[in-house]
């Protein structure tokens, strides 16, 4: 039995003692709380670091297995000082699968020593904000979008369910020591323009991949201007830029989210030193912004609501995690109020927790909602996952989430844009793209005194786990366990991608795939489905093979089963023109070579079809190599491994869940 996977006897540094330690040097946020969880290495940017982690979050979707991957570690209670398990994404339940799953995940939590936040609470990241958050702490989630905490001061990253697995276990979290971008927010937001425009600009700036290995630190004047919940949408979105983390400082805005949550207790000042440094600057002057949105195909695409301006629009719909706070949800309530959603419009509004509910049942912002025509949906991921609310054939839809992915929505030749609740309830009122400065007076918000704090839908942990007993439905299925890796690599290219492939691509979501996620086999028939529907039936009759990807390979969510399903039809390897962060540590997770071409021709070089053949590989690995010759028929392509040391471990060992038995047995 592995009993205590790290360092039993260290005692984590305390935040106070830290503030000791460091008080004498400048130090951005970042490298304040990384400096207080360091458990491993040096912090230089790009060197494998080890921290502490604080807090654990996992959702549903990545949960079931997460969880299934903690109990093969067969440790008896999570290690970590708070982990939560949230139901938020399968909440259709057109079948018993998903009930299951809820089912299994609460009795886990109960057993285990976890926090389960209830179907119908709301979604992860809006409830871990609300009544979890705690600035200075260190949270990984299995979810993309986990760096939401990041509003309240936390440095939270996602990451892949088995990573948050073994963390429950005890072990740190590995990751690249990231560069600081500082952002510098100055001036104040115009009315009718949002924080959505600030991570929108963001975007256009930077582009969905221009934030790989870094995590963006805000600061200046212009903080001030913005609540926690304004916050969290910018560093919500933050993964968008494929960033590990974004970052503000824990201030008096902050205090007094704290206050209206009823938590003040678990408030602190955090703040970067009056001279810190930063690897890299941006500067948005708030003042300057105007209403932006980001055309259909990439969050990334992104305009002046102007430029696209007079689009015919048939859906809209405001929620996610990105945009559903109370404040975003006021200001449509208030544009609602007395006027009616335009004919040719069905608009869906989804409250991002129970507690924005409530409130705005209570204040009466529900019933102008209502009264002016809007679909009222449950406090899940909804449209977003495309569980639900998918729009009709050829369509344009205008959303408040955070990605527009062909065919994420459900309907593979709609038009979806992300933009500001603002700017989605001008689309709404007025049947097309509508500059939202052009609804009249910015509305006024009244603040309740003190939100609702009613934690009756979180579920406490079990004093007596012996007792418990954890249930599984007949659709949750034993993990796959990976080979060790062989000495020589063979097989076809089983598939060529173009650049920037998501993980939705790779692993499709939607009713009908989602169900799915704790029976690797059943799964497995539906990677790449969207773009090639017989790669599963190819790769099992060809015993497995490789797959060519272009640039930011997997970018996107977190789900493992992006790694997970390929490793079952037997992948080795995915050679790319460069990887998203999170797919790529997965793909390491689950003994996938992750590998770079060198050079601009080695992506030319090679086919679907073609055989390809690696020699000596386990030797090369073992050396610390970081080339990688691979033969395409008689040519040799050269291929970079940028992966570290005990990644290169995990790799050998056949991934994670082996290196950490055969270490800790
Ligand atoms: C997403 O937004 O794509 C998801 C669904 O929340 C994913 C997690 C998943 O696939 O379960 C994410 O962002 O990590
Ligand atoms: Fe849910 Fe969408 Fe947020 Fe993912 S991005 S957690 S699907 S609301």
Redesign the pocket.
């Known amino acids: 039995m592995i009993d205590q996977l790290y360092n039993p006897g260290k005692k984590y540094i305390t935040f106070i003692s830290f503030q000791l330690l460091v008080n004498s040097m400048s130090m951005n946020i970042t490298r304040k709380i990384i400096s207080s969880h360091l458990a491993e290495g040096e912090m230089i940017p790009g060197r494998e670091i080890a921290i502490t982690i604080d807090q654990t979050l996992t959702?549903?979707?990545?949960g079931t297995m997460a969880y299934l991957q903690f109990e093969a570690l067969d440790i008896p209670r999570v290690k970590v000082p708070l982990a939560v398990s949230y139901v938020d994404?399968n909440m259709l339940q057109a079948g018993f699968e998903n009930a299951d799953d809820h089912r299994f995940l609460q009795t886990f939590a109960f057993k285990y020593g976890i926090y389960y936040s209830k179907p119908g609470n709301g979604i992860c990241h809006q409830v871990n904000l609300e009544r979890f958050s705690k600035p200075g702490n260190t949270m990984i989630g299995?979810?993309?979008?986990?760096p939401t905490g990041g509003g309240a001061g936390m440095l939270a990253i996602?990451v892949g369910g088995l990573d948050v697995a073994v963390v429950m276990g005890g072990a740190p979290y590995y990751l690249k020591m990231p560069i600081v971008v500082g952002v510098k927010l100055s001036g104040k937001l115009k009315p009718w323009v949002s924080a959505k425009d600030v991570i929108l600009e963001m975007l256009r700036q930077c582009t969905v991949k221009g934030g790989v290995g870094k995590v963006f630190e805000y600061y200046g004047p212009g903080i001030a201007t913005l609540t926690v919940p304004e916050r969290a949408t910018i560093t919500n979105m933050g993964?968008e830029l494929g960033a590990t983390s974004s970052i503000f400082p824990s201030d008096d805005v902050t205090k007094e989210f704290f206050r209206m949550q009823g938590r003040l207790e678990d408030w602190r000042e955090i703040s970067a030193d009056d001279d810190a440094e930063y690897n890299e600057h941006i500067e948005i002057n708030l003042d300057e912004l105007e209403p932006m949105i980001a055309k259909p195909g990439s969050p990334d695409a992104v305009v002046k609501v102007s430029e696209v301006e007079g689009t015919l629009v048939q859906q809209v719909i405001i929620g996610?995690?990105t945009n559903s706070s109370y404040k975003d949800l006021m200001i449509v309530a208030e544009a609602l109020k007395g006027k009616k959603v335009n004919q040719d419009v069905s608009l869906h509004i989804t409250p991002g927790s129970r507690q924005v509910l409530e409130t705005i049942i209570r204040n009466g912002a529900l019933a102008d909602m209502v009264s002016a025509g809007a679909r009222i949906m449950e406090t899940t991921?909804d449209g977003?996952?495309g569980l639900g609310s998918s729009p009709p054939s050829n369509s344009v839809s205008v959303r408040s989430f955070?990605?527009n992915w062909e065919g994420?929505s459900g309907t593979m030749d709609d038009s979806v844009y992300l933009a500001s609740p603002e700017v989605c309830v001008a689309a709404a009122l007025n049947g097309k793209i509508t500059d939202p400065r052009k609804l009249g007076e910015y509305p006024e918000i009244v603040w309740p005194d003190t939100f609702v704090a009613d934690d009756s839908m979180i579920i406490s942990p079990s004093d007596n786990p012996d007792s418990v007993e954890v249930i599984r439905g007949p659709n949750i299925k034993p993990l796959p366990k990976a080979k060790p890796l062989s000495s020589d690599l063979e097989g076809k290219i089983l598939i060529k991608l173009e650049d920037g492939i998501s993980?939705?691509c790779i692993?499709p979501?939607g009713p009908k795939i989602?169900p799915l996620?704790s029976n690797i086999p059943a799964i497995c028939e539906f990677v790449f489905s969207q773009v090639d529907a017989d790669f599963p039936t190819r790769a099992k009759e060809m015993q497995g093979g490789f797959i060519v990807g272009g640039e930011n390979y997997g970018q996107?969510?977190?789900?493992e089963?992006?790694a997970l399903a390929p490793m079952y039809l037997g992948v080795k390897a995915v050679i790319a023109k460069s990887f998203a962060r999170?797919h790529k540590a997965n793909l390491v997770n689950f003994g996938i070579l992750p590998l770079e071409f060198a050079g601009p021709a080695g992506y030319d070089a090679m086919e679907q079809g073609d055989v390809i053949r690696f020699s000596r590989v386990r030797e090369l690995i073992e050396s610390g190599a970081t080339a990688l010759p691979v033969k395409v028929g008689t040519n040799t392509i050269e291929c970079t491994l940028d992966i570290s040391d005990r990644q290169r471990e995990v790799i050998l060992a056949g991934g994670l869940l082996n290196y950490t038995k055969m270490k800790h047995s």
Do not use: E, K, V
């Not at 959702?59 to 990545?62: C, L, M, Y």
């Not at 299995?142 to 986990?146: G, N």
């Not at 996107?556 to 789900?559: A, D, K, T, V, Y």
């Open positions: 959702q549903d979707a990545t994404h299995s979810d993309s979008h986990t996602g993964a996610s995690c991921c977003c996952i955070n990605r994420r993980t939705d692993m979501a989602l996620r996107g969510s977190s789900r089963h992006a999170i």
